[in-house]
Every structure is written in structure tokens, then in C-alpha cells.
């Protein structure tokens, strides 16, 4: 008997040539390039002169195709601003070859605990243009992922998974949004304990990931079976139906769900595997909305005042208010997560983006889309920003609330391609994957300049504890890397606003803030059409962007040069 | 982290480029390159500081057996003197054997 070949325990460029066709390997952008992170060395911290991601070119069954391999072992996967480039830029090189004409495949293997924290704000921005590439390139060819272990894949890269056209994964992947320790961090040892390992196994490995559909292919942790498992995936084609895209589905899944009650990873198996009553969901419905009680925050009172409707009717998941208003002489659609005290999921009370949350917002722009199908110019999509995070709890994790996200994203990043202008207006905190769900793929990002208003990738406390840093060193490190401030200033200097508003107080805005506003958001949504740019390219071509973001500007650069 | 660098006086060389390791625990990555000069030159960034003596030991040793011009860079995350060592033969072997 043949003894297996491990793949978890190959390195990313062996994966990388373990899943391309004998002899096609050839890296772009490799070590000999030294393209490394520019931000490690300053705070101590020694870099790798790959920065942890292999790009290769070759063949899979004889078709064109690019592998993208990161390397768990270097600083945990966690993505940055090179590596989020080289991420970014080859599925944006993949996308301009199949519009082109030229087919090419791709497929990307996954060991990442998500942002990497000392580049914070370069991390998440990357991850967004990630996803936006995702998305498009899923219209041409299947995007494969393979999550073999040993790291998986965490936070903002368990969102880019949720996208994926096929997932092949292992028992010894694992897949989840907020990671065990971050959610001890935020919610307490009585939600999720950290040192469970079976518990953590059970709930958010390969094995249970696979049996709830939220991966395709469970493989054994093999090379031949993984790669002939991509094959067949390539061979395949594009598939009919992408989880990310079945809002209605998990929607009615999730409704289905008491969060009151204990849940297991066994039930959800028995519950995801039978088709729902609709009967029953309606009825959960109704008392939902019966319990909505209004609590202002700066998202509401934003969303009130721009909409000019003080009690806006909501749907059955209340913490999404969406409506459709004029603005100037055209209907435009606002969508705002606020705070429901009285939220089904008691870890999502307090404006966090939940399992429902994700979904609704995914439905709510899907809906714009389909009402908007076959018009010329199509309405503009409005998110109002002020999202603490997400929820952090075991039942979201346990159902996928990576999932939930990443339907969001990719109802977003859709109706963006499809042109309906999309701009996000950040009057409060816009933080880690909340953000990324909700804003992070607009079109135009209008921020006000106000002490409230922050983009980050993780608190401060969790973000201490996973880099085993004290908070005070972690303002240190700030000063030396703005991506890693919290401060909108700070975060201007990555060239990714359109415009960042002062003179305006986020929390108790005045008459003429709001008309001010109003023209801003109309333009922002003129210069989106007259532009023409559906993808987010225009984010690297601002003058800020030009230095904020000169590494991310120069691997694509580079990748365009060695792509042929 | 600390940044040292080595300089080696040598006679032979040595075919081609080679790249091996990665800068995750307790290991390291090291690009070796063939120089046309009569020379070694070592760049070790570590993340470990205070212990320059022991990186020159190491490399006293592996220059003293192997004399090869090259420029070596070292990028380290906690490797132990074994490690190194071990990677360091690796490279040379990556760079004299493959094809």
C-alpha cells in the first residue's frame, strides 16, 4: 500500500507546484525579487522576501491557470499590504486575461488568519480588493479554494472563502470569522472557550464545514486526492449556483434557528440537510418584528435625516433599515445596520453585523438589482456606515457568519459591476469584517472627519492579545505605521477616500450638514458614472494613493510585467 | 530584531542561485547568490538580538568547511544553531545539485 503524500505539510510553493500540471511552474514576482513588506522591519519584526505569497503561472489538465499559495508559517498568513497585492493583482491580471478573451483558471490555496495586524488598515483594504476581484473573475472561470490546514482560514480571508466557486477542504482546515481567542477576548469565556479544542474542531473544522455545505469536498490530507479533487473542479466549469449569492436560502436557514437554545454542530447538520416550511418561517417572522424597540445611533440618525423619514418601516430583520428616496431628481437606496436591543442574536444588539444582518443587507441590494434588471441607468446604493463589528458569539460562528459576510460582499460588489453606483458614508466606526460586509466594496468612500469615525481591523484589546503586544506598544507601532492607526486622519492617508469631511459633528449633525452631504453623495455618484470604472482600480490612483499605497501600486506593476 | 552582516574571504564558486526555509518559527529562509568576487558576504536579520557570537561560530564553521563566493541573506525567526546549519547545507546543496 502507498503511503500518502501529505499537502498540509508541504510549504506554499510546493502546494503551489503540487497543484499545477508537471513541469508548467513558473513564479512571478519570487524571492529573488525581494519584494518584501516595507512595514515589518520598522517595528521590529523580520520580514520574508516573498511576504508570505506565492504567485505561479502554468497549466491545470493543459488550461491556463494562476495558484495562489500563502504561507501559514509566516506570520500566520495574515495579509498585508505586498501580499494582499500579489493576492489582488493576479486574480485582477486573471480578470483583464478572460475578458480578453484569454480563459484562465484560478486557484487559490488558503492558510491565513486573516489580517495581518501589524499592517491593520493595508490588510483589510487589500482583502476588500480581494474580494472584489473574486467576484468578477467567478463569472468566467470557477474560483478554487483549497483550505488544507494547518491554519485555515480567519477573519477577512474566511469572507474571501465564502466567495469561492468550489472549496476543497481537510480535517485539519478550518474556516470561521472571528477566531476562538478573539471571541474569548470580546465575549467572554462563557461564549466561546478558547482552550476547547475538540469543541472548536467540531464546530468550525474541515469535516463539519463540508457536512453543513459550506464547502464542497472533504479530501484526505493527500496531494494526489486534493489535486485531482481541483482537477475535476476545472474540468467542471464555472458552477450554476454560488453559496454566496443564495441569500434566500441561508435567510430561511438561519430564521429557522431558536438562538435561545442551545445548538450543536450535529443539529445544524440535521437541520441544513431538510428543506423548510415556509409556514413556520413566517411565523418567526412576525414576533421579530413586534419586539423592534428604536435606539438612536449615529447610523439611524444619519440614515433619518438623509431619508427625511424619522420612523422607517423595517422588514423582519430590524436592525437593517433599508429605503428608497430621491436624491436631487433620483431615486437612490440607503441601507444602514443599526442597533435592536432586541435582536434574536443577543450577540448582535449593539449595531454588529450578525448572521441576519449579513444576509438582509445582501438582500436588500439584490433586490435593487433585480427591480433595476434591464435599465439603462441604474440606482445608486447608498450605505450609511457605523458598525462597531461583528458579532462575535459561537452560534454565529457555528452557522457561518463568514458566510452571511460574504453574501453581503458579494451582493455589493455585483450590483457595482452591474453598475448601479455604490458610496459608502462612514459617520461612525467601520471596523474589521462589518466593514468589509457593509461599505467596503463602494464605488466612493465619504468619511467625516470626526473623532467617532474609525477604520480598523480589530479592537485594540483583542488586537494586543493575538500579536502579544501590550496596547500601549501597539500606539507606539501606530506612529510608525499609519495603517495601524484608528483614526480617520490616519486612515486618509491610505488615498482610499474620495473626501473626508470636516467641520460636521458625526453624532448631532445640523440641517446644512445633511444638504451638505446630500451634494457630496451626488457627486460621488456622478463621478462613479462618468467614470465608467466598475472595479475598485480607481482606490490606487488618487494623489494620496500614490505614496499611502506606493508597495500595493508597484507589485501590480510588477505582476503585469512578468504575467506573459 | 537585529541586523548583522559577515564578510568571508573565498576562492570557488558555486553554479546557481538557491532558496530555501521560511521565516516562521523556530526557522529561517536563506537566499544564497554566486558573486563574481573572491568574497562571502552574510546579511542576518534576526529576530532574536544578542546573539552575534554565536551567528559568527556558525558561519566561521560552515565558511571554513565550504569555500564558496556568495552573497547569503538570512532572514531569521527563531532558528536554533542545528537549524541554521542544516539550512545553510541545504542551500549549497539546492545550488550545486538541481538541475
Known sequence: ?564 | MEKLTFEYAATKSVPKRAYVGVVGSGDLEILLEPIEEKKAYVVVRTRFDGFEQIWRDMLDRFFEDNDIAVKIEINDFGATPGMVTMRLLQALEVSIDEA
Open chain 1, 1 to 564: 500500500m502507498k503511503l500518502k503524500d501529505s499537502f498540509v505539510e508541504l510549504r506554499a510553493r510546493d502546494r503551489a507546484k503540487a497543484l499545477l500540471d508537471e513541469g508548467t511552474f513558473r513564479e512571478l514576482l519570487g524571492p529573488f525579487e525581494r519584494i518584501e513588506s516595507p512595514h515589518l522591519e520598522p517595528q521590529g519584526i523580520v520580514p520574508e522576501c516573498d511576504d508570505g505569497v506565492v504567485i505561479a503561472r502554468g497549466l491545470i489538465c493543459g488550461e491556463r491557470a494562476v495558484v495562489i499559495s500563502i504561507e501559514g508559517a509566516f506570520q500566520g498568513g495574515g495579509i498585508g499590504e505586498v501580499s494582499g497585492a500579489k493576492i489582488a493583482g493576479a486574480l485582477e491580471r486573471a480578470v483583464k486575461d478572460n475578458e480578453k478573451g484569454i480563459k484562465t483558471n484560478a486557484v487559490i490555496v488558503h492558510d491565513s488568519g486573516g489580517v495581518r495586524l501589524q499592517e491593520a488598515n493595508y490588510g483589510l483594504l487589500s482583502i476588500a480588493e480581494i474580494q472584489s476581484a473574486i467576484v468578477a473573475l467567478r463569472n468566467y472561470v470557477p474560483v478554487i479554494g483549497v483550505i488544507p490546514g494547518k491554519i485555515g482560514c480567519f477573519g477577512g480571508m474566511s469572507m474571501t472563502a465564502g466567495l469561492f466557486s468550489k472549496i476543497v477542504i481537510t480535517r485539519e482546515g478550518r474556516m470561521t470569522l472571528n477566531g476562538p481567542e478573539v471571541i474569548e477576548q470580546e465575549a467572554g469565556v462563557a461564549e466561546f472557550d478558547s482552550s476547547d479544542k475538540r469543541m472548536i474542531w467540531d464546530t468550525i473544522g474541515g469535516a463539519q464545514r463540508q457536512a453543513i455545505g459550506l464547502a464542497d469536498v472533504l479530501a484526505d490530507d493527500d496531494i494526489t486526492a486534493i489535486t485531482e479533487e481541483v482537477r475535476i473542479f476545472v474540468k467542471e466549469g464555472k458552477p450554476s449556483e454560488l453559496r454566496s449569492s443564495q441569500v434566500d436560502l441561508f435567510l430561511s436557514r438561519i430564521k429557522m434557528v431558536d438562538p435561545s437554545k442551545p445548538i450543536g454542530p450535529m443539529d445544524v447538520r440535521e437541520m441544513w440537510s431538510k428543506d423548510y416550511i415556509s409556514k413556520d418561517v413566517e411565523n418567526i417572522k412576525s414576533e421579530a418584528v413586534k419586539e423592534n424597540e428604536k435606539v438612536m445611533s449615529r447610523g439611524r440618525i444619519w440614515f433619518e435625516k438623509l431619508t427625511g423619514i424619522s420612523n422607517p418601516k423595517v422588514g423582519d430583520v430590524p436592525s437593517v433599515l433599508c429605503t428608497d428616496v430621491n436624491l436631487g431628481d433620483e431615486q437612490v437606496r440607503y441601507i444602514a445596520v443599526i442597533p435592536n436591543p432586541n435582536n434574536r442574536f443577543p450577540r448582535a444588539r449593539n449595531g454588529e453585523v450578525g448572521l441576519e444582518e449579513g444576509w438582509t443587507v445582501a438582500k436588500y441590494v439584490r433586490e435593487a438589482m433585480e427591480e433595476d434588471d434591464g435599465k439603462e441607468k441604474k440606482r445608486p446604493i447608498i450605505a450609511v456606515v457605523d458598525v462597531p463589528s461583528q458579532a462575535y458569539g459561537y452560534k454565529e460562528e457555528l452557522l457561518g457568519i463568514f458566510q452571511s459576510c460574504a453574501g453581503a460582499v458579494d451582493a455589493y460588489a455585483s450590483a457595482r459591476y452591474a453598475g448601479h453606483p455604490i458610496v459608502s458614508l462612514l459617520v461612525g466606526p467601520a471596523i474589521s469584517g462589518a466593514f468589509l460586509t457593509h461599505g467596503y466594496q463602494a464605488n466612493r468612500i465619504i468619511a467625516l472627519d470626526d473623532p467617532g469615525v474609525l477604520v480598523h481591523a480589530m479592537s485594540k484589546q483583542s488586537a494586543a492579545r493575538i500579536t502579544k503586544r501590550s496596547i500601549e506598544e501597539l500606539d507606539e507601532a501606530a506612529k510608525k505605521v499609519p495603517s495601524m492607526a484608528y483614526d480617520i486622519q490616519s486612515y486618509s492617508t491610505l488615498g482610499t477616500l474620495e473626501e473626508l469631511v470636516s467641520g460636521i459633528d458625526g453624532a448631532a449633525p445640523k440641517a446644512e450638514d445633511i444638504e451638505n452631504i446630500k451634494e457630496k453623495l451626488s457627486k460621488a455618484i456622478e463621478v462613479t458614472r462618468t467614470s465608467g470604472i466598475r472595479d475598485l482600480s480607481n482606490r490606487l490612483t488618487s494623489e494620496k494613493a500614490l505614496t499611502g499605497r506606493a508597495a500595493g501600486i508597484k507589485v501590480r506593476s510588477r505582476l503585469k510585467e512578468e504575467w506573459n
